[in-house]
């Protein structure tokens, strides 16, 4: 079974960084697309980074949500992603959630981890 570990979350000021990561272990198919969604209170999850890598040429595909552009970076190393984010804002709190997508194996989710932005 796909075992999903992720870490990095926790309290921050307003303007402040963190840098999650997840790191995807035991997969039995190529991880495709890795990504970082976000879920706040009663809201259902969105869409906040995405990377996807080519297994032919290794090239890699990035997507950021309108709102994190230019502060988020995500990244990835085999099959552990990282998202640096900076100029944290109260916008930007809530539970964040790693996936991994084996396209037609199917997708995974993490545990989530806790962001708190203070003002």
């Known amino acids: 079974q796909v075992q999903l570990v992720e870490s990095g979350g926790g309290l921050v000021q307003h303007g402040g960084s963190l840098r999650l990561s997840c790191s995807a272990s035991?997969?039995?198919?190529?991880?495709?697309?890795m990504g970082w969604y976000r879920q706040t209170h009663g809201n259902e999850r969105e869409l906040v980074a995405t990377?996807?890598?080519?297994?032919?040429?290794?090239?890699?595909t990035t997507y950021y949500a309108d709102s994190v552009k230019g502060r988020f970076t995500i990244s990835r190393d085999k099959d552990t992603i990282f998202m640096q984010m900076n100029d944290l804002k109260s916008e930007d709190a809530g539970v964040y959630y790693c996936?991994?997508?084996?396209?037609?194996?199917?997708?995974?989710w993490g545990q989530g981890t806790q962001v708190t932005v203070s003002s």
């Open positions: 990377i996807t890598t080519d297994p032919r040429t290794d090239l890699t």
């Open positions: 035991r997969t039995k198919f190529y991880i495709y697309t």
């Open positions: 996936k991994v997508d084996f396209r037609q194996f199917g997708v995974e």
